[in-house]
């Protein structure tokens, strides 16, 4: 059955948490919202009827203008490691949650990004600006298309009115959907404030609803950091697998649920750089690509220490240390897959090493290479995308010796490499090109781009532009923390 706004199934699972969560927070209204997209699919496996009759006041709920009869609006409060360095108490200053729905799927939660100023907002307006705001809404999708663990975008709102970054901007909404936007930082927030009863409750509240196999273990607080650790280990084997860098992997950017989760200054490979920066405003490059897999250590090292006093200190220490083995054994399934290879072996890994190397030296890139290399024993034009083109060729040999131990055929190989290697990925001068059409009110690209990364492993001859070499004028964009 399908439910047409605003006769929603509601529920209240973290409304019904103690208010010392969150603070009831009415959202800004936003003049003259108009939706910029809509994503019809995720409404449909929501439950949500797509009404037409319904949009206009559907489309004023999404830009904050109006709150559900049955549901409060609240900032959540949370606190958080940004580069390395405790920075107390910082919360949603620009979302609000504004509904919890019964799905088929079970409880969503919605929350409006760039709703307005929050008891949490310190120095910010409280919104977000279109360009941001497409970022986010594009790279959930992408993501969720690509299998790996993500926030959703449900919708994404604009309105004329001005907000100032580095210059002149407008503002956007995006709807997001997730079971759950619990961070590790609002763990951190409790445990800094002395406040461990909040902590046990909040454990409580995750395990009861997010982990629900931990109630059962001997010790559901340590089992509930094995699981921790062991989603972010297989988050982070996907995103090192499809070149993703998330750009702001602060304690408060990492969802408890191994979500990727604040899509801001992140970006994809194009060219392989294992030390490549996506976030200009990141000067050490401590979330660089190659970083990212001991940064989520390290912040796993921070949520683990918010439970201390429900699990003992060498609890903890071995819980983390299941961190680097569980990730290389996800990160060596999603390699198995890419290239196309039906077990990993030990020796596989020098085989991929010493690919990177080559890769690393000749920046090669990073999808056209996958999607290039199932057709390897076709494709001549494969060791042009190496500067050492006889290397190139030597590892080649070692690759076919290797594919030979499988006997599969080439066809049989095309396809199962093709269905993790993806032809599209959301390249920075793909959604720039969105962005500066939809700026000047044009979203005829954004949609078609949406498109495309919604079937990113299938082959389109209409999205063959979007699976190219990016241009010259790519390597100049910078993105930055500004949103
Ligand atoms: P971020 O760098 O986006 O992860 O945000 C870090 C913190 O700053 C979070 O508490 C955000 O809610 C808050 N924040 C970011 N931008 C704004 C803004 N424009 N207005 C209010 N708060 C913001
Ligand atoms: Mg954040």
Redesign the pocket.
């Known amino acids: 059955m399908k439910h047409t706004f605003p006769a929603l199934p509601l529920a209240r699972r973290f409304a019904a948490l103690p208010p010392r969560y969150y603070t009831a927070t009415p959202s800004t209204p936003l003049p003259e919202p108009h939706l910029v997209a809509f994503n019809a699919a995720l409404a449909d496996t929501l439950g949500l009827a797509s009404d037409a009759a319904a949009q206009q006041a559907l489309t004023e709920f999404l830009a904050g203008n109006s709150a559900l009869s049955g549901y409060p609006q609240l900032a959540s409060v949370?606190s958080?490691h940004?580069f390395g360095v405790w920075a107390g108490q910082?919360?949603?200053?620009?979302?609000l949650l504004v509904a919890e729905i019964d799905t088929p799927t079970g409880i969503r939660e919605l929350q409006l990004k760039?709703a307005g100023?929050?008891p949490?907002?310190?120095?910010?307006?409280?919104?977000?600006v279109l360009r941001s705001s497409i970022r986010e809404y594009l790279a959930s999708e992408a993501m969720h298309a690509l299998g790996i663990p993500t926030t959703r975008a449900l919708a994404l709102v604009a309105s004329p009115q001005t907000?100032w970054r580095e210059t002149r901007e407008t503002a956007a909404v995006v709807t997001r959907v997730a079971p759950s936007f619990l961070r590790f930082g609002h763990f951190e927030h409790f445990y800094y404030r002395g406040e461990l009863d909040a902590v046990a409750e909040l454990a409580d509240f995750a395990i009861g609803h997010f982990f629900p196999e931990c109630a059962d273990a001997a010790q559901p607080y340590l089992a509930l950091l094995d699981s921790v650790v062991a989603r972010t280990a297989e988050l982070i084997a996907h995103w090192q697998a499809v070149g993703f860098c998330h750009g702001?992997m602060?304690s408060?950017?990492m969802s408890l649920l191994g979500l990727t989760l604040?899509y801001?200054p992140y970006g994809f490979l194009d060219g392989f750089d294992a030390h490549h920066i996506c976030n200009h405003s990141d000067e050490s490059g401590r979330y660089a690509y190659d970083q990212q897999p001991a940064i989520a250590l390290w912040n796993l090292h921070c949520f683990a220490q918010t439970l201390l006093k429900l699990i003992s200190k060498d609890e903890a220490l071995d819980a983390l240390r299941r961190f680097q083995p569980l990730f290389e054994d996800a990160f060596a399934e999603q390699l198995r897959g890419k290239l196309g290879l039906i077990a990993w072996q030990e020796d596989d890994w020098t085989l991929f090493t010493d690919l990177l190397e080559l890769m690393q030296a000749a920046h090669t890139d990073w999808t056209i290479f996958w999607r290039r290399l199932a057709r390897q024993h076709k494709d001549a034009a494969l060791r042009d995308l190496f500067l050492d083109r006889h290397a190139f060729d030597g590892w080649l040999e070692r690759y076919r010796a290797r594919l030979a131990d499988d006997g599969r055929t080439h066809g049989e190989r095309i396809r199962a490499m093709d269905a993790v290697n993806p032809r599209i990925v959301l390249r920075n001068h793909l959604a720039e090109t969105a962005i500066r059409a939809a700026e000047a009110g044009d979203y005829s690209e954004l949609h078609r781009l949406a498109a495309a990364l919604a079937c990113p492993f299938d082959d389109v001859a209409a999205y063959d532009d979007y699976a190219t070499l990016p241009p010259d004028w790519a390597s100049q964009l910078s993105v930055s923390?500004s949103?």
């Open positions: 949370y958080g940004q910082l919360g949603d200053g620009r979302a760039g100023r929050t949490y907002s310190r120095m910010g307006d409280g919104r977000a907000v702001v602060n408060d950017n604040d801001g923390c949103s």
